[in-house]
């Protein structure tokens, strides 16, 4: 496959694998990071097309995996995916995400905003 990279990144690997099935047929690429450390070194060997990022992590938060990413490809869309209630989606915005996704999603309504981003982004 040579479809554009989308790097997910979440501590729990039931979201982790839901995400996969739900871009399988995509066309994209899915890399699957468990958590900020994980996703910076899959980003450094090859930077994604599109990040999604939780915000609440083990061993790297989204705060940082978010600033990681960012300094590695300023330009790259990271989404950032937050349980209702933890307020911080001014702050995510502010350091850089694209756009923030409450928990839990839609996956149709998250596959269109990955695809609308990517293709307003130019990566696709």
Known sequence: MTGPLILVVDDQAGVRLLLRE???????????????QEAVVLASAELPSLALVDVKMPVMDGFETLRALKGLDPSMPVLMMTAVGEGRINELLEAGARDCITKPFDVFALRHLVQQVLQEEGRI
Not at 22 to 36: K, M, Q
């Open 22 to 36: 739900v871009f399988r047929d995509t066309g994209y690429r899915i890399a699957l990071a468990a958590h900020g």
